[in-house]
């Protein structure tokens, strides 16, 4: 028995773990599926994986870190960065490696969780389901998918062993995680044909390394990089106005893109392919500096017909015509409010949060809790991740929140809190 169980071990579950050790609590254990912590930055590891979000805000509020190399940090920076919090915070002996969460139910009579795992049961006052959206890959619905002779890969299962010099490469999907991908693959392919679905808005991404005596400034003068962090965050949420209130505050941003994309994409047919017909943040903004001018290469190929089927050799678009490739790679995405767990999480009324979502629409107050599913906090949860800042922000916020919980029921010597639906309709209803 454990007074909190976390599902987890990324950015929220090790961010939720360090809080609880540092508010005095030792009584808990984070569950992760996988032999390492990293979460997102740990499963994935495709060439040019980054964060399009400035390294400066993209680390706890508690553990800033000075020396990152560049202004956008490599995937590799995050993961040595989450593995440092894990060690410095003293939080390692509470995490279980290789330990998937198979069904956790609430105990009413007892008021706990009894939760199943692959290596032996647990029950816990609180469950913390903190597995995060960026790690169970999506495949879309093509006919044929079995059928491919070649080589093919999820990004988020990259095939570091499978050489792609040489190779015709078909790269399904245009979104930010293709925008990293197609410029590196296509330093080394043969051939490279990309498929958009819908295009989408870009913007440069301003990187540049830091200096020695950047890292130096910000080592010596915390407080200049906690400015530098609130200045960062602050100008991001200015698009708030544009994005939910006034949509043609946004008109300048979308002016900035489309010259860009001009100037990138100087040929008219290929940049008519690449322009959005929707307004910009209706999709997430794709940051980049190297992904539209990819496609003025030779070996590179747009494809917008859509797909048709997926054949031994290659992929058949709408228009009948065959592409013949040798390795196929889904950049499509995550089922991001769809975590396996979801579906083996069993409340009250003996239904699970994927049951309940699925009837009721996915929704929790406070983007944290549920309705029926006392003792249970979502890390990350519904409408909480923005896609105009960084997701630390409501991580931190809603960890902050799951303390406050646990401080009200020791308080009251309470054994259980639950959301009034009441109140979660009214939360619901504003969102």
Not at 229 to 241: D, K, M, P, Q, V
Not at 266 to 272: H, M
Not at 299 to 308: A, D, F, Q, S, Y
Not at 357 to 374: K, Q, S
């Amino acid at each position: 028995h454990t007074r909190v169980a976390i599902i987890g071990g990324g950015f929220a579950g090790l961010g939720m773990a360090i809080r609880l050790k540092e508010s005095g609590r030792e009584d808990f254990v984070v569950l992760e599926r996988a032999g390492d912590v990293g979460g997102t930055w740990r499963a994935n590891t495709y060439p040019g994986a980054a964060c399009d979000v400035p390294s400066r805000l993209y680390s706890f509020s508690f553990a800033p870190k000075h020396d990152w190399t560049r202004s956008f940090s490599p995937q590799n920076e995050i993961l040595d960065y989450l593995r440092d919090c894990a060690r410095d915070f003293g939080v390692t002996d509470h995490l279980r490696f290789g330990c998937k969460v198979e069904e956790a139910t609430w105990d009413e009579d007892a008021s706990r969780w009894r939760v199943e795992t692959d290596r032996g049961a647990f029950s816990a006052q609180v469950l913390v389901s903190a597995a995060g959206g960026l790690t169970e890959p999506k495949l879309p619905a093509v006919p044929g998918l079995d059928s491919f002779a070649g080589t093919m890969f999820h990004s988020a299962r990259w095939d570091h062993g499978h050489d792609l010099s040489g190779e015709r490469v078909g790269v399904i999907g245009t979104g930010s995680t293709a925008s990293q991908i197609v410029p590196e693959v296509q330093k080394h392919a043969a051939r490279l044909t990309v498929f958009q679905r819908s295009p989408g808005w870009v913007l440069p991404r301003l990187d540049h390394p830091h200096s020695d005596l950047q890292k130096s400034l910000l080592r010596r003068f915390p407080a200049l990089q906690r400015a530098i962090r609130s200045a960062i965050y602050y100008t991001n949420e200015l698009l708030i106005l544009g994005l939910v209130r006034r949509p043609r505050l946004l008109a300048g941003l979308e002016r900035l893109a489309l010259a860009y994309l001009k100037r990138q994409v100087p040929d008219a047919e290929i940049r008519a392919k690449l322009t959005p017909d929707y307004r910009i943040g209706c999709k997430r903004v794709i940051i980049s500096s190297d992904f539209l001018g990819t496609f003025m290469e030779p070996n590179v190929e747009l494809v917008t017909e859509g797909i048709r089927e997926i054949v031994p050799d290659g992929i058949v678009t709408r228009d009948g015509r065959k592409i013949e490739l040798d390795t196929i790679v889904f950049a499509t995405g995550f089922d991001v409010m769809n975590p396996p767990h979801f579906r083996h999480v069993v409340g009250r009324d003996g239904r699970s949060i994927r049951e309940v979502w699925d009837e009721a629409g996915i929704r929790a107050y406070l983007g944290t809790v549920v309705c029926g599913f006392p003792n249970h906090f979502v890390l990350l949860g519904p409408n909480t991740a923005s896609g105009n800042n960084s997701a630390l922000q409501p991580i931190e916020a809603q960890i902050g929140f799951t303390i406050d919980a646990l401080r009200a029921m020791d308080a009251r010597g309470a054994t259980a809190v639950d959301v009034r639906r009441d109140v979660l309709e009214r939360f619901d209803d504003e969102i």
